[in-house]
């Protein structure tokens, strides 16, 4: 009995180890990229949600006749820590012997794993992860797609100016804002780009609170927003502690003018179902491009919703796919017109990109500064409205007015 | 002065949920002398029966608490049966061992069957406040606290009148000796680690309707419950109740007066003082029983 229950637990625990997924090695007469996502572990559910638009675009180019002539091939990589990211990177470079990684999702994975691929002069195509320090360390073959933590950052502040306080009728300089975060690195990051970019748009920050996203209990920190007398509050966060939030608000009867958030935390269904719709109603959120945009300002959309959904089965689960979805075709293109797999012909080709806003199926246009950052991504600003995440600024973009207030009152 | 008010109702609160959490934990570590790191995934695993009890039959948490501390005392006897009782004999430090790697097993578990999602059951009246005197009390809240009360009342009337709590409360105090008298120690620790695995599938009743659950809750609410275990004279159940209050008070009132990041700051230093001028807790019974 004793050695039935040890071998039961190890293999429970055996169980629990996740097993990378590899795809079998390639033919002749094809091109091979690597595909560096999470598919195991914590960060699964949208690193295969990311990997997924991945998918679609190669499926699409393959279609459509492959990179000057040659089918495209990819070989997944699990990346589940940054640990992992490293001989992940490592296996696909040395023995898989990749052209290109496409990734990652998570910033510390790419942070790690383009250590690798700048070591050994293979492009790095980041279409995901926001932190700011991808493209900022002099690296010559990592480039990426999409908005920065800055960028959010920016967007967030931008959006009382330019549409809340209008909204509101008031000044922006008249509104009091209440900036709280999470307190580890991305809370941080985040809320220092916040606090600096209202610093400089001579905003009136009269709260910056930051909090454990372990935390059990919020309401110390809406007391002090509320006694603040906050009207706009920022915040930055993950699921847990939004709904914490959100739920322990409404139980102190704290209404500001406006509530936003950026990232998971605020734009998944799972935040919004746990807060309940009437509750969400009316918060506000920057965030990679969703699928309730209007697609003149983002060609292709409804399409590739439309594709995901024709392969998968169901509706897209965030915005993370079409975002991947975007910045791999761009490279492709990049890669076609190079007509080459070599590194620096390729990353004269990617700095030569020039699509203007308002041309991609994100919106975003793709102009790489020497760096490799896409200075033409521009995250949107959406709202729960009756359960559902529309995109109501900048205008062109919009599908439903902005209102303002929390909560169904 | 008003804020001052929310604030201490609201710690009060805030400690009937740690004592709820906290209480079977003391069972354990008083009874059976192990210390269960894999407490937090109790409470994980019982807010999951709860969601699936809500999700599949539409049982309310509160209903559904019989099944989930049912379920949960037979998994805590479980463990104690096939996973602690083998290494009784063993060092203190491979229990604990054991104990930790329970703990990643079932998180790793439920990441495999759950994914990382946060799961919630549908808003229920539990989610709501009244107002008292212009106070706002979240109704769970105030259910959480009398359920405090009446789980330690009960669990003292247990212990002090039936003749299962004697031979418990024997055990505890002298394992060799209530040995001797005819108790069947090893059956007592079953039953004592179960009853500390059911009274935290009741906190997961509890705490269901008010927080969503994801593979990690454990984490956020464990810490401070040994805290509370430690405070409280790491063996008694009063003490735990009055710990957990403390520790209430404190995350609420320096939440907001201090910093809601440096709250624990707060508490952990609050915690080192006592253990240095009272090292048996608060409520101990003196040097050596620890």
């Known amino acids: 009995m004793k050695l039935f229950a040890r071998a039961a637990i190890a293999a429970a625990m055996l169980a629990a180890v996740p097993l990378a997924a590899t795809q079998p090695a390639a033919a002749q007469g094809t091109v091979k990229f690597g595909a560096l996502y999470p598919f195991s572990g914590t960060l699964a559910l949208l690193g295969d949600e990311s990997f997924r638009g991945f998918e679609l675009a190669v499926e699409e180019r393959n279609a459509a006749g492959g990179l000057n002539g040659q089918k495209i091939e990819f070989i997944k990589g699990d990346a589940v820590d940054p640990n992992q990211a490293v001989g992940e990177a490592r296996r696909l470079t040395s023995v898989d012997k990749v052209s290109a990684i496409f990734g990652t999702y998570s910033s510390s994975l790419s942070l790690a794993a383009t250590q690798v691929t700048e070591l050994a002069n293979i492009p790095y195509f980041e279409l995901g992860a926001i932190s700011d320090p991808i493209t900022e360390r ?46 580890s690195l991305y809370g941080q990051t985040v809320s220092g780009y916040q606090k600096a970019r209202a610093k400089e748009k001579g905003l009136n920050v009269v709260e910056v609170l930051p909090y454990s996203a372990k935390s059990v209990d ?61 509750n969400m109603e009316g918060a506000l959120d920057v965030d990679f491009t969703q699928y309730n945009t209007n697609p003149k300002a983002a060609p292709g959309i409804t399409e590739f919703a439309a594709k995901y959904k024709a392969k998968y089965g169901i509706d897209p689960r965030s915005g993370h796919s079409l975002a991947n979805y975007m910045g791999a075709k761009v490279f492709f293109d990049a890669i076609a017109s190079a007509k080459s797999t070599d590194a620096d012909k390729v990353r004269a080709a990617v700095l030569a990109v020039d699509i203007p806003v308002g041309q991609t199926a994100t919106g975003w246009g793709a102009k790489f500064s020497e760096q490799g950052q896409n200075t033409r991504a521009v995250p949107f600003l959406m709202q729960w409205q009756g359960g559902n995440l529309v995109t109501v600024f900048p205008t062109d973009a919009a599908v439903a007015k902005m209102k303002t207030g929390i909560g169904a009152n | 002065m008003d804020v001052l008010i929310q604030l201490v109702l609201n710690g009060i609160l805030l400690g009937s949920m740690y004592a709820i959490i906290s209480v079977g934990l003391t069972l354990i570590f008083g009874i059976v002398r192990v210390v269960n790191f894999a407490h937090g995934e109790f409470l994980m695993v019982g807010m999951y029966a709860a969601y699936l009890l809500a999700a599949k039959f539409g049982l309310h948490p509160y209903a559904a608490a019989v099944p989930i501390v049912i379920l949960l005392f037979a998994i805590g006897a479980a463990v104690q049966r096939f996973l602690i009782q083998p290494l009784l004999g063993a060092e203190e430090h491979i229990q604990i061992f054991a104990t930790v790697g329970l703990s990643t097993a079932l998180v790793n578990l439920a990441l495999l069957v759950f994914g990382a999602d946060l799961y919630s059951i549908p808003p229920s009246a539990a989610q709501g406040s009244v107002m008292v005197g212009g106070f706002s009390l979240v109704k769970g809240q105030l259910v959480m606290f009398v359920c405090a009360l009446a789980l330690v009342a009960g669990l003292h009337l247990f212990m002090q009148s039936t003749a299962l709590g004697r031979a418990i409360r024997a055990t505890a105090q002298n394992r060799n000796a209530a040995l001797l008298m005819g108790v069947k120690v090893d059956q007592i620790y079953v039953i004592a680690f179960g009853i500390g695995a059911g009274c935290v599938g009741l906190a997961a009743a509890l705490v269901m309707p008010l927080y969503p659950v994801t593979p990690t809750i454990g ?36 939440g907001y007066y201090i910093a809601p990041d440096l709250k624990e700051v707060v508490y952990f230093a609050l915690f080192l003082a006592i253990l240095i001028f009272k090292p048996t807790g608060l409520f101990g019974l003196g040097r050596g029983t620890e």
């Open chain 1, 138 to 183: 002099g690296f010559k073959y990592v480039f990426r797609t999409n908005a920065t933590a800055r960028d959010f950052a920016n967007r967030m502040v931008d959006s009382i100016i330019e549409a809340i306080a209008p909204a509101l009728n008031t000044k922006p300089g008249d509104l009091k804002i209440g900036i709280i975060h999470e307190d």
């Open chain 1, 218 to 278: 919020l309401t110390p920190v809406i007391l002090r927003l509320k006694s603040a007398g906050a009207d706009v509050v920022l915040q930055t966060s993950y699921q847990n502690d939004t709904v914490l939030f959100f739920r322990q608000m409404k139980d102190q009867g704290y209404k500001p003018k406006a509530v936003m958030g950026a990232g998971g935390g605020y734009s998944t269904r799972d935040t919004m179902q746990a807060v309940g719709a009437e």
């Open chain 2, 219 to 254: 984490t956020y609410f464990v810490l401070t419950a040994f805290v509370v275990v430690v405070l409280g004279g790491m063996r008694s159940m009063y003490g735990a109740f009055f710990g957990a209050m403390i520790i209430g008070l404190v995350d609420s009132l320096s």
